[in-house]
């Protein structure tokens, strides 16, 4: 992911949007929880805190049927 679309991933979540990231490398996705620094810390499918360099990252879609809207 790019810094210009990090900064916007950052801003989305500190601002309770959802925003989904995946890491191609590591198969791993999730919803974004928070970002310290150049990490972002995400939640996976099964709950789980994940956490990636953004420049592993890159930004996905999913809709309310995959991922309903945390509370």
């Not at 890491?23 to 996705?29: D, I, K, L, T």
Request: proline residues 4%; aromatic residues 8%; glycine residues 8%.
């Amino acid at each position: 992911m790019e810094k210009d679309r990090f900064d916007f991933v950052r801003v989305e979540s500190e601002q309770g949007r959802d925003v989904f990231v995946r890491n191609p490398e590591s198969g791993e996705e999730g919803l974004v929880e928070r970002c310290s620094g150049e990490t972002v810390i995400f939640i996976n499918p099964q709950g789980e805190e994940c956490s990636s360099d953004y420049h592993k990252l890159e930004e996905i879609t999913r809709s309310k049927e995959e991922w309903p809207r945390r509370n």
